[in-house]
């Protein structure tokens, strides 16, 4: 069984920090390239819904055939991104949110530049 | 090895509880330190206005980080939609974790729509530093104007923060005010979000 879920966090100036592939992906010679395309078409749908709510995790936002796009928005506009064939709710939230904390870690190490890319 | 404590160690910085951490910190190592900053920036610049910037910048950091630091912590992860929702927080909480208290007022401008005014008796960081007359209108509190920059341009709410002293009948030493003057995009998505 294929499992495809990719995993991008991406700046407030829409530039990508860190990207990852989870699970045993079966590389398809022309759609190499496809979750960062889907994932990248979302991005203007969640510009719109960060500024209507005040929750961090904005649930499944968009549908690409049978793929779903999930995000989460943290304070100072960073979007995590996450890309897979559907599953429950609540074993993405908490993914994000450990996600969420890791990164805070990360920045607060003063010599890290926000918004640059993320290599450990 | 001489400890009487079982404190976990960490093997990773990573893996540490990111939780409350300690509260206080020597407020005479504090000054300390940011006497040392502005000295250090002193040597490098050449006038004033850069010597502001370049506190400005220093405290632009910090305040990227205590914002998504600070969401996290005390707000349940809530972010701020907001103008006076993000203001408040400044007002409140940002300032009880830095200082210890909240801010002395928040006020609106009257002039312009986008302007709004902290201000406080006393800024911390001004406590031990007295300004030669030759400096005239130099203000240390540049940083924490910096400070509040960084956390406003980062929640999404670009803004053109200064301080200024503002003399006060019946007072010796002038009150400070750190002025916040929104870009016009803020004021159009405010209006728009109704």
């Known amino acids: 069984m294929t499992t495809t879920a990719c995993f991008i966090i991406v700046s407030r100036n829409d530039i990508p920090i860190y990207e990852a592939e989870v699970g045993s992906a079966a590389k398809r010679e022309d759609a190499a390239q496809l979750p960062q395309f889907i994932l990248q078409a979302a991005l203007d749908i969640v510009q719109d819904l960060a500024w209507t709510t005040s929750a961090m995790f904005l649930k499944a936002i968009d549908k690409f055939n049978d793929l779903v796009v999930s995000v989460y928005v943290t304070a100072d506009h960073i979007r995590f991104m996450l890309l897979l064939d559907s599953r429950s709710d609540d074993g993405i939230k908490s993914f994000f949110q450990e996600v969420h904390e890791l990164y805070i870690k990360s920045l607060l190490n003063p010599l890290y530049l926000p918004g640059s890319r993320i290599t450990s | ?194």
């Open chain 2, 1 to 194: 090895m001489i400890g009487t404590g079982k404190i976990k160690q960490y093997a990773n910085v990573l893996d540490k509880p990111l939780g409350k951490g300690k509260q206080e910190v020597s407020l005479s190592a504090f000054a300390f330190l940011f006497s040392e900053l502005v000295q250090y920036n002193q040597t490098q610049v050449d006038n004033i206005s850069e010597l502001e910037t370049r506190l400005e910048d220093a405290g632009y950091a910090v305040g990227a980080r205590v914002l998504e630091l600070l969401c996290h912590r005390d707000k349940g992860n809530r972010r701020e939609t907001r103008l006076l929702g993000i203001l408040s927080f400044v007002h409140s909480t940002v300032w009880k974790v830095l200082f210890g208290k909240v801010a002395d007022s928040l006020e609106k401008g009257t002039e312009h729509e986008d302007e709004y005014m902290i201000s406080e008796k006393e800024l911390l960081v001004n406590r031990f530093i007295s300004i030669p007359k030759d400096m005239g209108t130099f203000h240390c509190g540049a940083f924490v104007a910096g400070i509040v920059k960084g956390v406003l341009e980062n929640a999404g709410f670009p803004a053109v923060v200064t301080a200024h002293f503002v003399p006060v009948e019946g007072q010796q030493r002038p009150r400070t005010t750190i002025l916040i003057k929104f870009a016009e995009e803020v004021l159009r998505r405010e209006a728009r979000l109704g």
